[in-house]
């Protein structure tokens, strides 16, 4: 019943810019806290942006002032828009629900493949 669906990966030139997005379902929305991670090939998943349990925004220094995280509470989306694209930032990008109440489950999307090359 729990879906994560992320859409809006693609093939972008460095400089470009793409956003994604991520609708939950099955999932009372505001008892998670939402983020986006990516795993680049041979390297572990890492957190890129998340909402906090206090609400507040977490991004990774290495996409601090290029990447920006929203959420549509109404809607039950969390969107992810990335400016100033590198190389570096080729990953699949996954959607994530950390759960706020304890003895939940978190719950990762598919993944969507964002490749940053010329």
């Known amino acids: 019943q729990v879906q994560l669906v992320e859409s809006g990966g693609g093939l972008v030139q460095p400089g470009g810019s793409l956003r994604l997005s991520c609708a939950a379902s099955?999932?009372?929305?505001?008892?998670?806290?939402m983020g986006w991670y990516r795993q680049a090939p041979g390297k572990e998943r890492e957190l890129v942006a998340r909402?906090?349990?206090?609400?507040?925004?977490i991004y990774a220094d290495a996409v601090k002032g290029r990447f920006t995280v929203s959420k549509d509470n109404a809607k039950n989306t969390v969107d992810l828009q990335m400016n100033s694209l590198k190389v570096e930032d080729t990953a699949v990008y996954y959607c994530?629900?950390?759960?706020?109440?304890?003895?939940?489950?978190?719950?990762w999307g598919q993944g969507t493949q964002v490749t940053v090359s010329s």
């Open positions: 994530n629900a950390a759960p706020l109440l304890i003895g939940r489950n978190a719950y």
């Open positions: 099955g999932i009372i929305f505001s008892m998670y806290s």
């Open positions: 909402f906090t349990s206090a609400g507040r925004i």
